[in-house]
C-alpha cells in the first residue's frame, strides 16, 4: 500500500468530519454572523475534501465560490441584526421535531445507499491539467447550452430582482 | 526545503514592504524601524475588548495571514522554486484571496465596536466591486497562456510581457489588487480618519503584530502576483530568475504604496459604482480584444 | 503571549535579555502619540508633532503615548483619561503646557509649550518607555486613571489581562458564559422581566461600545436607554423566538425597528466620533446612530465651549486676552473682536498702522486656520499627501513674518510669505486638477437653503457675507470677498482655498503683522460693539466699559451657527460622507457658546 493510499482516504475523512462538525455549528451558534461564517467553513471543508479526491479545478472552484456567497449571506444578517459581537444570543433552530425526523430520515436514505450499491474497484483520477482541459472542452463542446441557458436564467433573474427593487422603492 | 526557501523569501519580502511603508509615510527611510516596531509591538500588553466573539476576534488575524500564505504558495519565485505548482494556480490565488474578506469580515463583526463592525461591512461591499476585477483578468491572462498553471503563464510571457499585450487587463487587476489589499485609496475598512482603525482598531500588541505583518504579507503576494501574471515574473536578461522575481515585486509593491498618497480615500458608492459600470466593461473588452489578438496574431 | 507569560516560564537571565531586547526595540521604536485634544490644535498652537519625531495615532490603542496640548476643560481631561488607560502598557503621558491636568493621571513629565521643548521630550518618552519594560512592576495604575474608569463603568473591565494572566481570563470567560447562557434559554424571551434586562444590557453594550474608539461617552446615558429599550420592547418577541415562525424571515425579525429612509428596517446602532475623534475638529463630540453604514440620527455638542456670557463682569485690562484664550484656532480675531468693541465704547479709532498691523495678523491667523482645516480635511478624507502639505504650510506661515514685537515685516518675513504664497498657489493648483478629490466631494455636505450661517460657509453659497467688506482698511487693501456658488463641501474647500491665498496677498499690502496689543487707556466708560471675520465667519461682541470693569456682554460666534448644520449635512448619508460634511464646516468647537 503506498503513502497516497493512506493518506488520501484519510485526508478524506478528516475534511469530511470537518465539514459536518461545522455542520453542527451552524445551528449551535446563537447569531446569525457566526452560523452563516461555520456554514462557510462546512463548504470550504467539502472543497477540501474535493482537493483531497483530486477533483483540483473543482475543489478550487468550491472553496472559491462559497466564501464570496456565504459572506454575502453574512452581510444581510449584519446589515439587519447589526448584534457585533453576537451579544444578542438567539436561537438558530426552529421546527425541531420536523427536522430531526427529516434528518434521520436522510441519514437512513445514505447509509442504505452506501452499503446497498456494489461500487466496484476505484477509477485513477485524471491528472489535474487533463481534468481542467476536458472540464473546458466539456463546457465549451457537448453542455455548451446546458451551460449558457443556466447563465442566461441566472442573469435574467438578476436583472429582474434589482428591477422589482427599484420598482418598490419609487411607491 | 522549497516551502521554507519561499517563506524565508517572502517575509524577507514583508520586512522590505514595511520599509519601504515606512518611507513613504514618515518620510525617514530606516531599515531597522520594521524590527523595531514589531518587538515593541510584542513587548506590549495586548488586551480584548471584554464584550466580543472569542473565537473570530483571535482566529481573524491569522486566517488573513494564512490566506496570504496559500495565495502566495502558487506563485513562482523562480523556474523550480514553487511550493505548489497548482494545475489551477492562477484559480487558486483568487480562491485564496477571497479568504481576505471573510477574515476581515470576522474581524470587523466579533469585536462588538460600531468602527470595527462598520470597517469589515465596507470590505464586504468593496469586495463585491474588486472581486470581479481579479478574476477577468487572470481569465485573460490564462487564454494567452492556454493554462491556468502559473508557471506556464510566465513563460507564455517569454516575448512579451502582459502588461504590454494587455494593458487594460494591467491595470485593472494592479487596481483590484490594491483594493484586496485595502491599501490606500481603497483602505475603506481600516480608513484612519474616518473610523480610527476600522478593522484593526480592536487589536493591540501582539495580535495587531500579527494582523500587520499578514497585511504585509498580503501585499508582497499581490504583488507577486502581479509580476506573475503581467510582468512576466522571473524573465529577464543577465540576473538571475529571483532577483528578477524579487525586483519586479518590490517595484509593483512601491507603486501600490505610492499610488495612494495624492488621492483621496473613495466613497463606497464610487468603488462599486466605478468597479462595476466602468471595471466590467472593460474587462470583457479585455478578454475580448484578447481573444481576436490570439486568434489574428498567435 | 506577552513577554511576561514568556518570561515565567524561563530562567532569570533569559528574562533579562528579553526585556533588554524590548526595551531597546521600544526606544528605537516611532512614538505614536495619540494627541488631546487633537492634532489641529496641536497645530493651530505651533507645534509640530511630526517634526519632532512622533507619529499620530488614530486610536489610543494602537499608540504608546498620550500627548495633552494646552489648558483643556475637565470634562475633555476626563475622555483624555479613558483615551489613556485604553493605551496598551508600557505607555507614557505628557502634558504641553497645561497648568493643571487633574482629572488626568499625572502625566509623566510637563513641558512649556514650545517646539524645542517637544523635540527633547521625545526623546524622554522614548527612554522612559524603555526605562519601563525594565521595571514593569514599577508602573503602577494612576490614581486618577482609576477615577475615570470607575466613573465610566465599563471601561475597566474592558482592559483585560492578557494571557499572561490565567486567573482573569478564566474569570472573565466564565461571565460570558453565564451571560450567554442566559440568553440562550430562548423560552425565558418572552417574558417582559426579560426584557427589561435585556435592553439594559444592550443600553451598556452600547456605552461600552462608546469607549471603543477612545472616545468618553458623552451621549446622554438616560436617553440612550429609552432609545434602546424602545427598540426592543416593540421588536423584542418577534426578534427573538422565530420558533413558531416556520421559516426565519427578516420582516418579522426587524419588525417594529425604526425604519430608514430607503424602506428597509434595520437595528440602530449609535457610535461616539469625538470629543477626541482624529478627523474632526477636537473637542467636538458628535454621536451618530448607523443604520447600517447610514447616519439615521446625529447628536452633536461641544465639549470645549465657551461658557455663557450674560450676566458676566470683569476687568476690562484682562478681558481681552482672557476672551482670547478661549478659541485655540483664532485668538487673533477674539482679541481683536475685544479691542474694537472697547474702541468703539471709548469713540476713539486706531491709527492706520495699528489697523493695517492687526489686518495682517489676521489674515495670518485666518491663512493659516484654513490650511489646518485642509490638513484635518486631509486626513479625514485619506489624503496623506494633502495633509502633509498643508499642515507644514501652517505651521510655516504661523512662524512668518515675527512676532508681535516689530511693526514691519522686516524683509526676510516678506519674502518668506511670498515663498509661502508661491507653495500655497500649488498646493490649490494640485487640488483643482485631483479629479477624484472633486467627486468625493461634490454634492456632499449640502446644506439647506434657508439656513443661517456665515463665514466661508456663507460665501460658498453665493452670498457675499463677509464683515471685512466693510472695513475701510481692508477696503484701502483691494479686499474681495471670494464666493462660490454651491453649498457642498466642494464649494466650501475652494472657497477657503481662494481665500488662503488671497489672505496672504492682503497680509503682503498691509506690510506688517503684530498681533493686537493690550495698550488701552480702560479709564473710560461707554457702550460698545464691535464685529470681527473670524476665520470661521462673523462674531460680534456688545459690551460696556466702566471703571476699567467690563460687563453686559454678549456675544456671537459662527460656530454657534454652524454646529446647527451638522445635523442636515449628516442625516441620511452614508457615514464617510456625513464626517466630510460635518468637517466642511469647519467649525471650531471651543467658540461654540453653551
Redesign the interface.
Known amino acids: 500500500m503506498s503513502a497516497s493510499e493512506i493518506f488520501q482516504p484519510f485526508f478524506v475523512g478528516i475534511f469530511g468530519l470537518a465539514a459536518i462538525w461545522f455542520g453542527v455549528v451552524v445551528f449551535r451558534t ?2 446569525m ?2 452560523s452563516a ?1 461555520a456554514l ?1 467553513f462546512s463548504m470550504t471543508a467539502i472543497g477540501a475534501m474535493f482537493l483531497a479526491m483530486e477533483a ?2 473543482l475543489g ?2 468550491q ?2 465560490m462559497m ?2 456567497e456565504m ?2 449571506m ?3 444578517m ?14 438558530m ?3 425541531k421535531y420536523a427536522s430531526i425526523f427529516a434528518g434521520i430520515l436522510a441519514t437512513l436514505g445514505i447509509l442504505a445507499v452506501v452499503f446497498l450499491v456494489e461500487w466496484g474497484p476505484v477509477a485513477e483520477a485524471a ?3 487533463e ?2 482541459r476536458m472540464l473546458g472542452i466539456e463546457i465549451m463542446e457537448r453542455s455548451m447550452l446546458i451551460f449558457e441557458t443556466a447563465g442566461v436564467t441566472i442573469l435574467t433573474a438578476m436583472i429582474a430582482a434589482t428591477a422589482i427593487a427599484i420598482e ?2 419609487k411607491s | 526545503m522549497t516551502a521554507a526557501i519561499s517563506i524565508l523569501a517572502l517575509l524577507a519580502g514583508a520586512y522590505l514592504v514595511a520599509v519601504l511603508e515606512g518611507w513613504v509615510s514618515m518620510g525617514r527611510m530606516s531599515i531597522t524601524g520594521p524590527l523595531a516596531s514589531g518587538a515593541a509591538m510584542l513587548g506590549r500588553e495586548s488586551f480584548v475588548p471584554k464584550r466580543r466573539d472569542r473565537v473570530f476576534f483571535e482566529v481573524a488575524p491569522p486566517l488573513l495571514l494564512v490566506s496570504a500564505l496559500l495565495a502566495a504558495a502558487v506563485l513562482p519565485l523562480s523556474p523550480g522554486l514553487i511550493v505548489a505548482d497548482l494545475a489551477t494556480g492562477a484559480l487558486f490565488v483568487n480562491a485564496a484571496l477571497a479568504y481576505v474578506m471573510v477574515a476581515l469580515l470576522m474581524a470587523g463583526w466579533a469585536p462588538n465596536g460600531a468602527y470595527a463592525m462598520v470597517g469589515g461591512f465596507r470590505f464586504l461591499g468593496q469586495l463585491v466591486a474588486y472581486s470581479m476585477l481579479i478574476v477577468m483578468p487572470i481569465t485573460a491572462v490564462a487564454m494567452r497562456a492556454e493554462s491556468l498553471v502559473t508557471t506556464e503563464v510566465v513563460e507564455s510571457q517569454a516575448a512579451l510581457p502582459n502588461a504590454i499585450y494587455q494593458p487594460i487587463g494591467f491595470v485593472l487587476f494592479l487596481l483590484a489588487g490594491m483594493a484586496v489589499c485595502f491599501l490606500p485609496p481603497f483602505d475603506l475598512p481600516t480608513a484612519p480618519g474616518e473610523l480610527a482603525g476600522g478593522v484593526e482598531a480592536e487589536y493591540t500588541g501582539w495580535r495587531l503584530a500579527v494582523f500587520r505583518l499578514a497585511r504585509l504579507v498580503l501585499v508582497v503576494t499581490v504583488a507577486a502576483a502581479v509580476s506573475v501574471f503581467y510582468l512576466g515574473g522571473w524573465l529577464g536578461p543577465v540576473f538571475p530568475p529571483w532577483a528578477w522575481s524579487a525586483a519586479k515585486t518590490l517595484a509593483v509593491a512601491a507603486l501600490m504604496l505610492l499610488a495612494g498618497r495624492h488621492v483621496p480615500r473613495l466613497r463606497e458608492t464610487h468603488v462599486l459604482e466605478w468597479g462595476w459600470k466602468v471595471g466590467i466593461p472593460l474587462a470583457l473588452l479585455n478578454i475580448f480584444v484578447v481573444g481576436v489578438m490570439i486568434l489574428v496574431v498567435g | 503571549m506577552t513577554e511576561a507569560a514568556r518570561n515565567s516560564r524561563s530562567p532569570g537571565r533569559l528574562r533579562h535579555r528579553l526585556r533588554r531586547l524590548v526595551s531597546d526595540a521600544m526606544e528605537r521604536d516611532t512614538l505614536r502619540a495619540f494627541v488631546v485634544p487633537g492634532p489641529d490644535v496641536a497645530r493651530a498652537l505651533g507645534l509640530d508633532l511630526e517634526a519632532a519625531g512622533m507619529e499620530i495615532s488614530a486610536t489610543p490603542r494602537h499608540a504608546s503615548m498620550l500627548v495633552l496640548v494646552g489648558e483643556t476643560p475637565e470634562s475633555l481631561r476626563r475622555s483624555a483619561a479613558v483615551a489613556y488607560s485604553q493605551i496598551p502598557r508600557p505607555r507614557i503621558a505628557i502634558s504641553v503646557g497645561a497648568k493643571n491636568p487633574s482629572p488626568f493621571p499625572e502625566p509623566d513629565f510637563s513641558i512649556p509649550l514650545e517646539q524645542k521643548a517637544l523635540e527633547r521630550a521625545t526623546a524622554e518618552a522614548r527612554k522612559r518607555l524603555a526605562g519601563k519594560v525594565l521595571n514593569p512592576h514599577k508602573e503602577e495604575k494612576h490614581a486618577g486613571e482609576e477615577r475615570a474608569e470607575d466613573s465610566d463603568g465599563g471601561h475597566a473591565s474592558r482592559e483585560e489581562p492578557d494571557e499572561g494572566d490565567a486567573i482573569h481570563e478564566d474569570l472573565e470567560d466564565e461571565k460570558a458564559r453565564a451571560g450567554k447562557d442566559s440568553d440562550e434559554g430562548h423560552t425565558s424571551h418572552k417574558e417582559p422581566k426579560e426584557h427589561a434586562g435585556k435592553s439594559e444590557e444592550h443600553a451598556e453594550k452600547a456605552e461600552t461600545e462608546s469607549s471603543d474608539g477612545g472616545r468618553a461617552n458623552h451621549k446622554d446615558p438616560e436617553k440612550h436607554v429609552e432609545h434602546e429599550s424602545m427598540n426592543h420592547a416593540e421588536m423584542g418577541h418577534d426578534h427573538m423566538d422565530h420558533g413558531d415562525m416556520g421559516f426565519m424571515s427578516m420582516v418579522a425579525m426587524t419588525e417594529g425597528t425604526p425604519r430608514s429612509s430607503d424602506g428597509l428596517q434595520m437595528e440602530w446602532v449609535a457610535a461616539p466620533f469625538g470629543p477626541l475623534f482624529p478627523g474632526l475638529p477636537g473637542g467636538l463630540a458628535l454621536t451618530l446612530t448607523l443604520d447600517g453604514d447610514t447616519v439615521a440620527e446625529s447628536v452633536v455638542s461641544s465639549a470645549v465651549g465657551m461658557p455663557r456670557f450674560e450676566g458676566m463682569s470683569g476687568s476690562a485690562e484682562t478681558f481681552a486676552g482672557w476672551l482670547a484664550s478661549l478659541d485655540p484656532f483664532s485668538p487673533v480675531a477674539y482679541r481683536a473682536l475685544a479691542l474694537r468693541a472697547f474702541e468703539d465704547a471709548a469713540g476713539i479709532a486706531p491709527d492706520e498702522r495699528t489697523t493695517l498691523a492687526r489686518i495682517g495678523a489676521m489674515e495670518r491667523e485666518r491663512a493659516a486656520s484654513h490650511l489646518g482645516w485642509l490638513a484635518g480635511f486631509g486626513y479625514l478624507t485619506g489624503h496623506a499627501r494633502l495633509a502633509e502639505r498643508a499642515g507644514k504650510l501652517q505651521l510655516a506661515l504661523l512662524r512668518a513674518g515675527g512676532s508681535g514685537e516689530s511693526d514691519r515685516l522686516r524683509a526676510s518675513g516678506a519674502s518668506e510669505i511670498s515663498r509661502l504664497k508661491i507653495e500655497v498657489d500649488k498646493l490649490v493648483e494640485n487640488l483643482r486638477r485631483n479629479p477624484l478629490l472633486t467627486r468625493r466631494l461634490k454634492g456632499v455636505g449640502e446644506i439647506p437653503g434657508d439656513a443661517e450661517a456665515s463665514g466661508s460657509v456663507a460665501r460658498a453659497r453665493g452670498a457675499s457675507a463677509d464683515a471685512r467688506a466693510d472695513d475701510e482698511g481692508y477696503r484701502s487693501l483691494g479686499f474681495e470677498a471670494v464666493v462660490r456658488g454651491g453649498g457642498d463641501a466642494l464649494s466650501r474647500m475652494r472657497v477657503r482655498l481662494a481665500e488662503v491665498s488671497h489672505s496672504l496677498d492682503l497680509i503682503l499690502a498691509a506690510g506688517s503683522i503684530s498681533v493686537p496689543s493690550d495698550s488701552f487707556d480702560y479709564g473710560l466708560s461707554g457702550k460698545g460693539s464691535a464685529t470681527v471675520e473670524t476665520p470661521r465667519g462673523k462674531a460680534s461682541l456688545r459690551l460696556s466699559l466702566r471703571g476699567r470693569g467690563v460687563s453686559g456682554l454678549e456675544l456671537h460666534t459662527p460656530s454657534t451657527r454652524h454646529i446647527e448644520l451638522v445635523e442636515s449635512v449628516a442625516k441620511e448619508r452614508e457615514l464617510a460622507d456625513a464626517l466630510v460634511g460635518v468637517a466642511s464646516l469647519d467649525i471650531s468647537p471651543w467658540e461654540v457658546l453653551h
Open positions: 446563537s447569531s454572523v457566526r461564517l462557510l483540483e479545478f478550487v472552484l472553496i472559491m466564501a464570496t459572506a454575502i453574512a452581510i444581510f449584519v446589515m439587519y441584526m447589526m448584534d457585533p459581537g453576537g451579544m444578542e444570543g438567539m436561537d433552530t426552529h421546527q491528472h489535474p491539467e481534468q481542467t418598490r422603492r
